[in-house]
């Protein structure tokens, strides 16, 4: 993408966040217009180029900031409009022949339904159990299926990347017209409402903390001091956001992310060619010194202590995790009691419901698939894990596979799937990036080379 195009974007979707922050109520037209713009050009063009998963890299993105202004025609709009985006690119481009251990995936998911449904008590809506607890599974199963062995070109993945983007930055520009002065509003030691508007601080500090990577990563691999410039303050502005929302998960993820990618990337570059990477790792440590020192002063100090799991007087607290092992405890016990086909679908509610007196959803997608699916959740996590790396052994020409696939497993670790990206984000792990540069001109030496056998 031209760099004209690029800011042209930045304004485009800066003037949103400002437009929904003056008259909320637009909020509802932006998601009907993109939803609208994205299936008009899957169709139109037959996602030749993959606008697919484009349009469905623009939703995830966009997801958190839909529910955060409740434009949302329903909750989960996010993760079903992914769904439809991938299926339609699939319909038209198909899949390919590998992706069987996926479907198998898939297919792992229906038990748990029918042993829920058998045992629901009738104070329980089951299908919105079902929805609730199997849409983000679902739409990582059809994500998977869509990217895996599929060839895009570079240029194409930086697009979806930049979809993925673009909406964090409306919602990042809206909270700033929010609350633009931090030392204004009360800081404690909980998670910051005060920084996000009112909505959960865990889910806008996981978008953000993707946001940041996807920020780093630009700033290493486009060559343009102008747009580094740009980036490197977009950078600064949503770390700090991410910050201050005080919930550690997103933006830990966001670090361990951009550590991962830096790894990879520094390691494919010729000898020549990291000397420029070196002083742009010296320019994006002094950044994060920044973010984290101005941050430090607007919290009045809490966020160190936030940090480093100490209360308001300096103590060290006894659990790091705010009671998810317990949760995961809880799953555990469940998957030992019913180890065959698990609980069933949505059941681990119910459960610590009865146990211990609180409806909490779980926090951990891999503890609540052995829960609730049993064995056949031993089989879905082997899946979702081995295939990938597997991947990875024959094909090292993702810069963003660890980083991506790292993003998944913490994401989903510390606040399971109740969001479309990390299941998404799992996804763009298995694409084959093709390389227009270095790619030969005879397809049939490309297809020897590579032993891609994508459907297209």
């Not at 004209?4 to 800066?14: N, P």
């Not at 709009?77 to 992914?82: D, E, H, M, Q, R």
């Not at 480093?308 to 705010?322: F, M, V, Y």
């Not at 555990?332 to 509610?349: A, D, Q, R």
Request: charged residues 15%; proline residues 3%; glycine residues 8%.
């Amino acid at each position: 993408m031209k760099n004209g195009e690029y800011l042209k974007m930045l304004l485009l979707h800066f003037l949103i966040g400002f437009s929904i922050f003056i008259y909320r109520p637009l909020g509802k037209l932006y998601v009907l217009g993109a939803l609208a713009y994205f299936l008009f050009i899957v169709l139109q063009n037959k996602n030749k180029n993959n606008e697919a998963l484009m349009g469905a890299a623009y939703i995830a993105g966009a997801e958190v900031f839909f529910r955060m202004i409740e434009a949302a025609p329903f909750y989960e709009t996010g993760k079903y409009s992914v769904i439809l985006f991938l299926i339609i690119g699939m319909f038209f481009k198909g899949t390919s022949s590998r992706t069987m251990p996926y479907w198998a995936y898939l297919l792992i998911l229906v038990p748990g339904i029918v042993v829920a449904a058998s045992t629901w008590g009738y104070e329980y809506d089951f299908r919105k159990q079902v929805a609730f607890n199997l849409s983000g599974p679902v739409a990582l199963g059809v994500s998977a299926v869509y990217c895996y062995y599929k060839k895009i070109e570079k240029e194409d993945y930086q697009k979806v990347l930049l979809m993925l983007l673009m909406p964090l930055l409306s919602q990042m520009f809206y909270l700033y017209l929010y609350t633009p002065n931090m030392r204004d509003v009360a800081v404690n030691l909980q998670a910051n409402y005060a920084a996000t508007a009112g909505y959960g601080p865990n889910q806008i500090s996981t978008v953000f903390g993707l946001g940041m990577f996807i920020l780093a990563s630009r700033f290493f691999t486009i060559r343009n001091n102008f747009i580094n410039s740009i980036d490197l303050v977009l950078l600064v502005m949503i770390s700090y956001r991410a910050l201050m929302t005080f919930s550690r998960g997103g933006v830990l993820a966001g670090i361990i992310c951009i550590g991962a990618f830096l790894f990879v990337f520094y390691s494919k570059k010729q000898f020549r060619d990291r000397g420029g990477i070196k002083r742009k790792i010296l320019l994006f440590g002094a950044a994060g010194i920044f973010i984290w020192g101005f941050s430090l002063f607007q919290s009045g100090g809490m966020l160190d202590n936030r940090y480093t799991n100490r209360d308001a007087a300096g103590r060290l607290k006894d659990d790091i995790t705010t009671g998810r092992v317990e949760l995961v405890e809880t799953e555990l016990e469940g998957f030992y009691y019913n180890p065959v086909l698990g609980i069933g679908v949505g059941k681990g509610k119910e459960m610590r419901s009865q146990e211990t007196g609180m409806e909490t959803a779980s926090h951990n997608e891999i503890s609540r698939l052995l829960s609730e699916h049993g064995m056949l959740g031993v089989v879905a996590v082997v899946i979702l894990i081995f295939v990938p790396v597997i991947f990875w052994t024959k094909f090292k020409n993702n810069y963003y596979f660890l980083a991506f696939l790292a993003f998944w497993f913490l994401t989903i670790n510390h606040s399971a799937m109740r969001i479309a990206l990390p299941a998404f984000v799992y996804g763009l792990a298995l694409l084959y990036i093709v390389d227009d540069k270095k790619r030969p001109r005879n397809k049939k030496n490309l297809e020897a080379k590579t032993a891609v056998t994508a459907i297209e």
